[in-house]
Each structure stands twice: as C-alpha cells, then as structure tokens.
C-alpha cells in the first residue's frame, strides 16, 4: 500500500521559516509529478506548489511566490517544500500529493483531482 508521510509542521514566529518533508514507502517519488497542498479551517484545498516529473518544471500558488520552493532528494526518496518569510496567511494543514495516472514528463499539474495518492497533512501555525 502507497503511503505518503508529511513531517515538518509546527508553531513558527511571522517573519521564521519551516521545511515540511513528504517521505514515500511503495512508490519512487521520481517517477511521478508531485505537490503540496493546503487547507485552512473553512477554505478549500489549494496547491502551493506543484513539480513536473522530472522537476523541470514547477508551479508555485500566487501568495508563495518567491517565499516557498518545492523540491526532492530522489536518494531519500523524499519531497521537501522551504517555506520562508512566514505570515499568517500560511496557517493550514499542508499535504502532499502524487499523480499515479498518465502524464508528461515535463508537465505539472495543480489541481486536487489529479492526484491520486495523499499524505495525512501536517498542521502549520504562524503566529503574528
């Protein structure tokens, strides 16, 4: 069975920085577009950043921009997603996401119906 394990959340300061994990057991990250999600209480899931396949490509949500980057360590099979410069705006469960059905190579995708496999999330919490 895919699983998919978020790490990295937490109580941070305005202003701090946080590095959220996704570890993967059953499936090679690599070889799948990926990407991280967020929740806040009363608001739907949105993608904060999404990569290709082979991570030439990368999406970032317009209130991240230049704040977050996506990434993976293809030895640890893991997903990491830096998050600096921290508001409270940035409070949400965050996820992470893996597409298992076709795709390109050097496409992205950011919607949540496109993802096939999902992490638990894990709770990030700015405070102002």
Known sequence: ???????????????????????????????????????APGKERDVVAAISRNGGSTHYGDS???????????????????????????TAVYSCAARGRGWSTNTYYTQTWDYDYWGQGTQVTVSS
């Open 1 to 39: 069975q895919v699983q998919l394990v978020e790490s990295g959340g937490g109580l941070v300061q305005a202003g701090g920085s946080l590095r959220l994990s996704c570890a993967a057991s059953r499936l090679i990250l690599s070889n799948y577009p990926m990407a991280w999600f967020r929740q």
């Open 64 to 90: 991240v921009k230049g704040r977050f980057t996506i990434s993976r360590d293809n030895t640890k099979n893991t997903l990491y997603l830096q998050m600096d410069s921290l508001n409270s705006e940035d």
